[in-house]
């Protein structure tokens, strides 16, 4: 029997786990597996309490989830791919045309 | 300690671990096995759960296409090891205590109101595909169908950002 | 068209007239301006008559009529454009439309050659707009309105010739003091409707007049006393009494025209008819009469003095106009409120008169005011001396002319007032003795002695005939006059203050119709003569052969130089005024506090944006870290009730 809660912390170290990648992460497709870290923390916290509560309610939302970091990968990985392309490089901080 | 909990917490100690290797790694391909290796923890978290069909389809789409396609991506813009570059101070020293806050206060928040949550899970039962098959269709039908329009729209985007320059 | 009913006729015509000069004038001759100008005076005339007609056919029954509501507010204070007519406004009236329209007449022919004709003109007719709202008011506000819009006329008058910096000067002058007084007279007002909450003189009077409100909190310095106190600074400051008259002597450097309507005839009469008008409040503020007579009397006599050494004809004149003021209100001050409008009456005629044939003598002498350059003009000028001799006649009070009638019924009314009427008396028979000097004075260094001019500098001439028949006109009213009013020793009947019985009759104080009054009064008219005639004997002496501007020393040199009265209060007054208006007032409040945070504001709104625009680095890791700390701060918000508990430490549930 593990308690509910467990797995909300976990998924609370997770998600921390995941803003620290975003934070200290230079390598931009480095941060998009920080942002599907951050999802599945997500993820995970929703099945949880889908069990807790007795719906299936939140493992609908899940698969749902999961369908749309799909969608956002693909389209976001082809435009880091172009971008790349033009500026050869992967560094975030090399993407500094907006500093004033 | 029962069974459930000796495997939550190794279950639990590899997504940990997988999460910080991702940080820890300098090269981005090692940060996605890493990545992959959270992935395979967290669908076993999902069994655990008994949400059978919810570890099913972590395996297939997020281990084997989504991380497939960031390995594919990786490989193919071959950028090396990350540079060492710091041009942001607020990132370098606002960075893991924000994380840690954040992290906390949800800790907090969820912590807070456990008293409400029901007692623990795993009872043995398994969520049915007909379950969730019955939600889907009936209550979710139309996100369903706005999803299946999404995956469409994703499509055409790829392709469109996939056409060579003429 | 009954006039009566539609008393706002004889203010719209001056108004219309003023307006049509004052927007088309400046592009037509001479002849049509003038046109614009008599017609609309005249016609006002000429309706003030038909008025009063009406009003003595209807049995002269006090008129009142509301127009139209001008301001109404709050509970009860209703002010609205209301104009009555009874016998005091009937004497004002047919005064300000009559002198007027003769003072009009004699301008079209001193201003001929000036420029600015038309300009004169239209602020000339809007004098006459105001003054005729001051007078046919029927309640104090709308008076005010008169009273504030004849001093900007005068202001505009006076300073006519505004590229002359002394003009200029003088016209500023005249419009702050006058200001000072309104003050007063604002603050009275504001008291009155404090205690009766109305402003109508039906309302207030009638209210004063019953003994409940009278006596209440009166006494030595109840709150009527303050009122008619304050309305009194008022009046101070619009007819030129003690402290408040210093603008009178400089307000001639008006043409003279205006000297004569504005200064001399209706604007500083206002105050006396203000005073008199409210004469049911000041009889019951017995304090307040007794400051109005000391202050009158004073006045009269300080005057005087000051006249007594001047050089140039109209400062003569502007002092003798501050003392005749003087015993008007000496006259208020002791009761006599009827010989105080008798003598503002005989007045407006006699000073007008003076005020017109000196601007004669002027024109004659090509400009020159200063009397000490003239002299042996009686040859030369023979109208306008003999008009001004009149004028002089009449001013000083020999009989049958007008001023003995109404100087003598003051100087009785005071020698029976009680307390010190005696002094009183005393101090205006003073006055009364250098009035015949100084205007005797006035008459030998002009008309008689040697001349001191160059005859072939100065070409002197006659006036025409538009400046002529208004002074024979005048002339002939200041000796016939005096006579509405024969002293009852005389065996005549006083019809003048017959007239005005029905208004001041309960606080008239008429010569008792006892013999000893008569015996007293005919005494007392004696000595008034006495006292005129040692005044002409004495110039007589000094002047009538001619005599020369000696150096000026000691009392003469003080009174030449007008007690240095002007000088005192700028050292006291405005020095101080200006010197805090530019260190305190504009450096620290206007520059430092005002422009200090209109500045600081737009300087702190500079500082922020050059720090929020810090944030925009360019960067996208710190953007990640602001998403952070805003979701945080998101997430606190939002579960701030939750979290409450988990930071005071009393975290419920724990680990299961």
């Given amino acids: ?100 | 300690m029962t069974a459930s909990l000796v495997i939550f917490f190794v279950l639990a100690a590899l997504a940990v671990l997988g999460a910080v290797s991702l940080i820890l790694q300098r090269h981005p391909i090692h940060s996605a096995l890493s990545l992959i290796v959270v992935m395979v923890a967290l669908a076993g978290l999902y069994l655990l759960l008994g949400s059978e069909f919810v570890a099913a389809v972590q395996i297939i789409v997020y281990g084997g296409a989504i991380m497939v396609l960031f390995v594919f991506v990786i490989m193919l813009l071959n950028d090396g090891e990350e540079e060492r570059t710091n041009f942001s101070k607020l990132a370098t020293f606002a960075g893991i205590p924000l994380a840690v806050a954040i992290a906390g206060f949800i800790g907090a928040a969820i912590l807070s109101s456990s008293s409400t949550l029901p007692a623990a899970t795993a009872n043995g039962s398994l969520t049915s595909s007909k379950t969730l098959s019955m939600l889907i269709f009936t209550d979710f039908v139309y996100p369903f169908e706005l999803t299946s329009f999404l995956i469409l729209v994703a499509i055409l985007g790829a392709i469109v950002l996939a056409q060579r320059e003429n | ?656």
């Fill in chain 3, 1 to 656: 068209m009954p006039i009566l009913e539609n008393l706002w006729i004889i203010l719209l015509l001056p108004l219309i007239g003023s307006a049509i000069n004052g927007l088309f004038g400046s592009k037509w001759p001479n002849r049509i301006v003038t046109s614009v100008a008599l017609g609309s005076t005249g016609l006002s005339f000429l309706c003030a008559l038909e008025a009063v007609r009406e009003f003595l056919a209807n049995g002269q029954q006090p008129f009142r009529k509301e127009f139209f509501d001008w301001i109404v507010a709050y509970n009860d204070l209703r002010i609205g454009f209301d104009l009555q007519m009874d016998q005091l406004t009937v004497i004002m009236l047919l005064v300000v439309t009559g002198v007027g329209f003769l003072i009009h007449i004699y301008a079209t022919g001193y201003m001929s050659h000036e420029g600015g004709y038309y300009r004169f003109f239209s602020y000339l007719n809007l004098f006459m707009f105001f003054m005729l709202i001051l007078v046919l008011a029927a309640n104090y506000v709308l008076l005010f309105v008169g009273w504030e819009g004849v001093g900007l006329c005068s202001y505009l008058l006076i300073g006519f010739y505004f590229l002359k910096k002394s003009a200029s000067d003088a016209g500023k002058k005249a419009f702050i003091v006058n200001r000072i007084g309104d003050f007063g007279f604002m603050l009275g007002m504001f008291l009155l409707f404090r205690t009766f909450h109305s402003l109508d003189f039906q309302t207030v009077f009638a209210a004063a007049a019953q003994p409940s409100v009278a006596h209440e909190a009166m006494g030595q310095f109840g709150t009527l006393t303050v009122a008619c106190l304050l309305l009194f600074v008022g009046a101070t400051g619009k007819s030129a009494q003690i402290p408040l008259y210093v603008w009178l002597p400089d307000a001639m450097e008006g043409p003279t025209p205006v000297s004569a309507l504005i200064h001399a005839a209706t604007m500083v009469t206002a105050g006396v008819y203000m005073v008199a008008r409210s004469h049911i409040l000041f009889t019951h503020a017995p304090t307040a009469m007794y400051v109005v007579a000391i202050i009158g009397c004073a006045t009269a006599f300080f005057a005087a003095t000051i006249g007594l050494v001047q050089s140039d004809i109209k400062k003569v004149l502007a002092y003798s106009t501050v003392s005749q003021l003087g015993y008007m209100f000496l006259a208020c001050g002791v009761g006599a409120f009827g010989a105080g409008i008798f003598h503002l009456m005989t007045h407006a005629f006699f000073k007008a008169l003076l005020f017109l044939s000196a601007g004669s003598v002027i024109h004659a002498m090509g400009g020159e005011q200063d009397m000490w350059k003239m002299g042996g003009l009686s040859s030369k000028i023979k109208v306008t001396f003999a008009c001004m001799l009149a004028g002089t006649i009449a001013i000083t009070g020999f009989p049958p002319f007008a001023g003995f009638f109404s100087k003598d019924a003051i100087l009785f009314g005071a020698y029976n007032s009680e307390p010190g009427g005696k002094i009183l008396y005393g101090v205006g028979l003073l006055a009364a003795i250098f009035t015949s000097f100084y205007m005797f004075r006035l008459i030998y260094l002009t008309f008689f002695g040697p001349k001191h001019y160059d005859e072939h500098k100065v070409h002197v001439h006659e006036s025409p005939k538009s400046m002529t028949v208004p002074l024979m006109i005048l002339a002939l009213l200041s000796l016939v006059g005096g006579w509405f009013a024969l002293p009852s020793f005389w065996g005549g009947t006083n019809y003048f203050a017959d007239f005005l019985a029905p208004i001041f009759g309960a606080d008239e104080v008429v010569g008792a119709e006892a013999a000893a009054a008569h015996q007293l009064e005919l005494i007392l008219s004696g000595v008034a003569v006495a006292a005129a005639l040692l005044g002409l004997i004495v110039a007589w002496r000094m002047y009538g052969k001619g005599a020369k501007e000696g150096t000026s020393t000691g009392l003469h040199k003080i009174l030449y130089n007008k007690y240095y009265v002007d000088e005192i209060y700028q050292a006291a007054i405005v020095g101080p005024l200006v010197w805090l208006s530019t260190n305190v007032f504009w450096k620290v409040v206007d520059e430092g506090a005002i422009d200090g945070t209109v500045n600081g504001v737009a300087y702190g709104a500079e500082a922020v944006g050059d720090r929020v625009r810090q944030t925009q680095s360019g960067n996208t890791r710190s953007y990640a870290v602001w998403v952070v700390i805003g979701a945080i701060l998101v997430f606190g918000i939002i579960f701030w009730p939750v979290l409450r508990p988990v930071f005071s430490g009393s975290v419920t549930g724990g680990v299961r």
């Fill in chain 1, 1 to 100: 029997m593990v308690p509910t809660t467990y797995y909300i912390v976990l998924s609370a170290i997770l998600f921390g786990l995941g803003i620290v990648a975003f934070v200290f992460k230079r390598n931009i497709i480095t941060l998009f597996m920080a942002i599907e870290l951050m999802l599945n923390a997500v993820n995970l916290a929703f099945v949880a309490f889908s069990r807790a509560l007795g719906k299936p309610n939140g493992e609908v939302f899940v698969l749902f989830v999961i369908v749309v970091a799909a969608a956002e990968a693909a389209v976001g990985l082809g435009i880091i791919i172009l971008t790349a392309r033009n500026r050869r490089s992967l560094n975030v901080e090399r993407a500094n045309l907006l500093k004033l």
